[in-house]
């Protein structure tokens, strides 16, 4: 990767530099290098890439649904043919591991691919004779200018959720990446450039919240997918109301796992493991309570103590590191700290990632940590941590944790481990989370199925990827139509 501290350029019809000089660091949170310098961009830049999405409309939209897939199918092999350099990107910007790097990155390319179904997806129905002689026929067609504006995490596949749908339904796409990891988006931006897509398909704005908001506050934007912490999706949701634009806004989470006294043992320990401990617990769909019930009790803690002390912390780079580090300095203080206040508010620390463990010194890594026994009084209870923590929360019954689970304001992800078909049946059926896991550690729909997510977790109707991509990036249009015989001329 180049090491050019040159601000990183839009890309606006073509690469442009940025209408403001402030600029922030991007910086390895393995080590604290830094890699690069992102402009803040500003309603300019914002101008800008609308302007180019504008033009290029009226003819994206002209072109035949077969024709723009054929985009899709050539970004397909090129981000096929770059995976490992983009993981390397990813890894060194975000400090995920490389394999948790290539595994996104093998979702953004399922996300292409379901995309270029779009001459199925995307069609309407019909019906003959609604009335006598008269047909009623529903047309999708595109919004025009769409955008939207992802977080830190997963900065390769999120991106795609939006993406290809966009472009695939006929709109113009604006992109606004995480100013904390912008250059796996910057490079995927340059293979997008060699698809030949024509300017202003597709664009890419740097910056924070005055990019955003310029995005919210331009007319001519039509609609905005927002992925990042709850509050900024409440605020993001309730701008695009004001403004008039159709948002789906997916917030922070806090999932729980809930272990029956006849899930497996191993298997349970080494898949709510992963789903607690892997990205360093940096993923909306990280398990970060586990409501242990009943007998489970006996052997799950000691299972759970025993695999998480030891996981391998360390560079995402380095062969057999299984989990990196934290993304900046300021979120490994703010995770420490809410250690130290579970702790304060009584739960027994049965591993404390902030001492000691494998992690090297420099970059923002934490070790894994497990609390049990946190109360329910306890802010951390309810507090999405966003790192490598797992809380215990014991159970008596299958009813009392599923009370517990549905008492948390969130609604991302819930999972269940468990030999019960009929305790699994109960928990799918009333637990109010978008996501359910049946022995499943990270419940993350495939691109054919919408990533759902309720409550504090979602605000809007439809979801990102699949059929609700489609629903979400097209305007219904119903004609009724009547052709009278007698009305014809004679031929
Ligand atoms: P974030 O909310 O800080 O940032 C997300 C995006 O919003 C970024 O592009 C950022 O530049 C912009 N932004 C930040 N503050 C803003 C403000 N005040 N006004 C306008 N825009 C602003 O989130 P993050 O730290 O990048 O990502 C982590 C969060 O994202 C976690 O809460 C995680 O649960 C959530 N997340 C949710 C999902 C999901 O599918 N529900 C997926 C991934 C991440």
Redesign the pocket.
């Known amino acids: 990767m180049s090491r050019n501290f040159q601000p990183l350029r839009h890309y606006a019809g073509g690469w442009r530099a940025s209408n403001v000089e402030d600029c922030a660091d991007v910086i390895n949170p393995a080590n604290g290098e830094k890699l690069a310098c992102v402009p803040l961009g500003a309603k300019k830049d914002v101008d800008a890439a609308v302007q180019a999405a504008i033009s290029a409309f009226p003819k994206w939209r002209r072109t035949p649904p077969e024709e723009r897939i054929q985009y899709l199918f050539k970004l397909k092999q090129l981000l096929e043919r770059h995976l490992e350099e983009l993981a390397q990107i990813c890894t060194e910007e975000n400090g995920k591991t490389l394999a948790e790097s290539r595994a996104e990155l093998g979702r953004a390319i399922e996300n292409v691919e379901v995309a270029c179904g779009i001459p199925t997806l995307m069609q309407g129905y019909n019906l003959e004779d609604v009335a006598a002689g008269i047909d009623e026929v529903m047309i999708r067609q595109p919004l025009g200018v769409v955008a939207a504006?992802?977080?830190?995490?997963?900065p390769a596949m999120?991106p795609f959720w939006f993406l290809p749908y966009a472009i695939a339904c006929g709109n113009t796409f604006i992109l606004?990446?995480?100013?904390?990891v912008p250059l796996t988006t910057q490079r995927a931006f340059e293979l997008i450039e060699e698809i030949g897509l024509p300017p202003g398909v597709v664009n890419l704005v740097h910056g924070?919240?005055a990019v955003?908001?310029g995005l919210l506050e331009h007319p001519q934007v039509q609609a905005i997918s927002f992925?990042?912490?709850?509050p900024?999706a409440k605020?993001v949701y309730a701008k695009a109301a004001v403004t008039g634009k159709r948002a789906q806004c997916?917030?922070?989470?806090k999932n729980h796992v809930l272990i029956l006294p006849d899930a497996d043992l191993d298997a349970t320990t080494r898949i709510v493991t992963d789903s607690a401990f892997g990205c360093a617990g940096q993923r909306?769909l990280a398990i970060s309570v586990a409501v242990v019930v009943g007998q489970a009790q006996k052997e799950f803690p000691k299972a759970l103590l025993d695999a998480a002390g030891s996981i391998r912390v360390g560079n995402g780079l380095d062969p057999g590191v299984q989990m990196g580090p934290l993304i900046t300095r300021d979120s490994k203080a703010r995770v420490a700290k809410l250690i130290g206040q579970g702790v304060k508010d009584g739960a027994d620390l049965l591993l404390d990632g902030r001492n000691g463990g494998s992690a090297p010194s420099a970059g923002n890594f934490l070790n894994p940590t497990l609390l049990d026994n946190l109360p329910p009084s306890s802010a951390l209870s309810h507090t999405?941590i966003?790192g490598p923590v797992l809380s215990l929360v014991r159970a008596e019954t299958l009813e009392e944790g599923i009370e517990i689970i549905a008492r948390n304001s969130y609604g991302?992800m819930a999972s269940i481990f468990t030999s019960s078909g009929a305790a699994a049946r109960k928990f799918r059926y009333e637990v109010p989370a978008g996501n359910i896991g049946v022995n499943i550690g990270v419940a993350a729909p495939m691109a054919y199925f919408p990533?759902s997510?309720w409550r504090d977790?979602?605000f809007g109707t439809v979801h990102g990827q699949g059929r609700d991509a489609i629903e979400f990036y097209t305007h219904k249009k119903v004609v009724v139509e009547r052709w009278p015989q007698e009305w014809s001329r004679r031929f």
């Open positions: 504006i992802t977080p830190f995490n997963f999120i606004k990446p995480s100013e904390r924070g919240k955003v908001d992925v990042g912490s709850t900024v605020y997916q917030g922070g989470a909306c999405e966003f991302n990533f997510g977790s979602f």
